[in-house]
């Protein structure tokens, strides 16, 4: 099985910064895309940021600027670092990956991570 772990939340004042990390784990042959999307209080879970295997990256207009995705492939692992941080960006942050690996090397996957809370205050 391939698992994803998240960390990094917490709460912080507007205009702060915060860096999210995702680890993947398991047997994994190779990763696909690695991503990050959102649910804040009463809203649908929508896209943050993507990140191809080699590098491209895709932010929501909402972000851009803000936020930055970047991966360390060596460790299957992808980070969001978050600056100027508004209380609308108050949500669960959740890691998204998908690849080859698990139970057969050749067999795909796609699994969420359990999510991290990030609390913004005003």
């Known amino acids: 099985q391939v698992q994803l772990v998240e960390s990094g939340g917490g709460l912080v004042q507007a205009g702060g910064s915060l860096r999210l990390s995702c680890a993947a784990s398991g047997s994994i042959s190779s990763i696909n895309a690695m991503g990050w999307y959102r649910q804040g209080p009463g809203k649908q879970r929508e896209l943050v940021a993507t990140?191809?295997?080699?590098?491209?990256?895709n932010y929501a207009d909402s972000v851009k600027g803000r936020f930055t995705i970047s991966r360390d492939n060596a460790k299957n692992t992808v980070y969001l670092q978050m600056n100027s941080l508004k209380p609308e960006d108050t949500a669960v942050y959740y890691c998204?990956?998908?690849?080859?690996?698990?139970?057969?090397?050749?067999?795909?996957?796609?699994?969420w991570g359990q999510g991290t809370l990030v609390t913004v205050s005003s």
């Open positions: 990140i191809s295997s080699g590098g491209s990256t």
């Open positions: 998204n990956a998908d690849g080859r690996g698990g139970s057969s090397p050749f067999r795909y996957f796609a699994v």
